[in-house]
């Protein structure tokens, strides 16, 4: 795991600079190792202050930046011949050894297949690019788990892990690379080429029993994938349908789970996951914060998620803390609930959408939040964790799963336009699988709410006589003025 960047000069200028600047942008995503290759170069280093006296010249580059969770991650980027590769990420199921090694030995394929069969076949959580005969090709996985960014200027293409990266360059209209696509770079050009992504399944009748069945059976074979390869593993906890379910999933795998509660100090909540806790006889470790812990924080959260989003800070200031606690007890996977609510329909809000749209027009609000899911949240909680040398996975973020879940009836989610509970099929494989109906009769509740962050931003903001939206973007400035690395 680390950090991906790119580069290619669109009038035949030496863009090893720009890569450079990039990984050390892009530092904290990677501190073990660093690597860049030209067509006809290739140097891994210690430190990226070996890398800026590299005197090579060439008009594209890739580089990388390590953070070794697993003992098989190795430097990059990897060369076969005459073909260089960076490789962020991972194959679920996991790969045997490496998983840059693994493709650049696979043999008797040209590297354009094999780009397009990387994202036809392997389902993940990944970034890629392939440099070769001054022609570059990018990848990213289907559902957008791992993040990627790419934008220009008058003279350069770049393409990084996060977009900070791409700032320092001088290129403000940052974009998301989009999911299932390649990008191919080639004589001063720039097309993308979708591959494999999420798309709109035919809703097919089936019963609640025979719909529960098959979700459990995915549930399982995504969570057991998730944690094959690690034999301990954080889990973001709350006590919540989400959490739990995956929590007893795992549970039943050869792995020791350590359960990560984070909240505002004496909040009724911290009793349920206890309970909850002590009901799956997994360990609870509990992080208590302060208005004073939240202030401390905001300004780092925010240059970390790259945005002065209210919503998305209220989130990633919670799992900062959780990917925190991961790291401090020597955990550097960590599982958690992120993309059920999308799937099954957990936000009060579609109930509003099914009473004003009806069945149809709830069915494409599901699959356009379903969609970019990858903007909207995993991109931000991959960038929070990363930032601990934590690395998030997601069992409800599997290809399968998804597709299986986006065929389901309206009814199996969201009983009426009155039910306050919704998410009816996860809840009942909750029921099948034997938890306490406190968790499967449980309203949804959000991370922002159930942590009380959302209380507390709003208090600091009053606190310096501002809007809660003035205040985040004062803080959001003030994080990229401290965390940039040419004034750290």
Request: include cysteine; glycine fraction near 6%; proline fraction near 4%.
């Amino acid at each position: 795991m680390g950090a991906l960047a790119v580069a290619f000069s669109k009038n035949g200028k030496n863009v090893v600079p720009n890569v450079v600047r990039m990984l050390t942008e892009l530092q904290h995503r990677g501190r073990n190792s660093h690597g860049i290759a030209t067509p006809d170069f290739l140097k891994i280093t210690r430190s990226v202050q070996e890398l800026r006296s590299l005197s090579v010249e060439s008009n594209a580059a890739i580089g990388h930046n390590l953070s070794r969770i697993l003992s098989r991650d190795a430097p990059q980027p990897v060369r076969d011949r005459d073909v260089n590769l960076v490789f962020e990420g991972r194959f679920f199921p996991p790969s045997a050894e490496n998983e840059a090694q693994e493709i650049v030995k696979n043999k008797g394929k040209s590297v354009e297949e094999k780009a397009g069969n990387i994202i036809k076949e392997m389902d993940g959580s990944y970034a890629f690019a392939f440099l070769f005969s001054r022609r570059i090709i990018l990848g990213r996985d289907p559902v957008g788990l791992m993040p990627l960014y790419y934008g220009e200027d008058s003279e350069t293409y770049a393409f990084a892990s996060e977009r900070k990266a791409l700032w320092s360059l001088g290129i403000q209209n940052v974009k998301s690379f989009p999911p299932g696509n390649l990008a191919i770079i080639d004589n001063e050009r720039m097309i993308f080429q979708s591959v494999r992504t999420i798309i709109k399944s035919d809703i097919k009748p089936i019963s609640m029993e025979n719909a529960a069945e098959r979700l459990q059976s995915l549930l399982t074979e995504s969570v057991g994938e998730r944690i094959l390869d690690t034999k301990r593993v954080a889990l973001a906890f709350s006590g919540g349908l989400d959490s739990t379910v995956i929590a007893s999933f795992a549970k039943k795998c050869d792995a020791e789970i350590q359960l990560i509660y984070v909240g505002m100090q004496e909040q009724p909540e911290i009793q349920h996951a206890e309970t909850v806790a002590e009901f799956l006889d997994l360990p609870l470790q509990v992080k208590t914060f302060t208005p004073e812990d939240a202030e401390e924080v905001l300004s780092k959260v925010l240059w970390l998620i790259e945005e002065p989003d209210i919503l998305k800070v209220s989130v990633a200031i919670p799992f900062y803390w959780i990917a925190e606690v991961a790291n401090k007890v020597g955990l550097n996977v960590l599982l958690a609930g992120q993309g059920s609510d999308e799937l099954f329909g957990g936000y009060y809000r579609y109930l509003r959408e099914y009473a004003s749209s009806g069945i149809k027009g709830l069915e494409d609000a599901l699959y356009r939040d379903v969609v970019s899911s990858h903007d909207v949240n995993f991109e931000r909680d991959n960038k929070v964790c990363a930032f601990h040398d934590v690395e998030l996975r997601l069992p409800f973020a599997d290809y399968d799963l998804i597709r299986f879940s986006l065929g389901l009836p309206v009814k199996l989610k969201i009983a009426s336009m009155k039910d306050h509970l919704r998410k009816r099929v996860l809840r009942e494989v909750a029921r099948r699988i034997k938890l306490p109906s406190t968790v499967y009769s449980m309203r949804k509740r959000a991370i922002q709410y159930t942590t009380r962050i959302d209380k507390v931003l709003g208090k600091l903001a009053k606190e310096e006589g501002l809007s809660l939206k003035d205040y985040i973007e004062q803080s959001f400035l003030k994080g990229k003025e401290i965390y940039n690395p040419k004034n750290a």
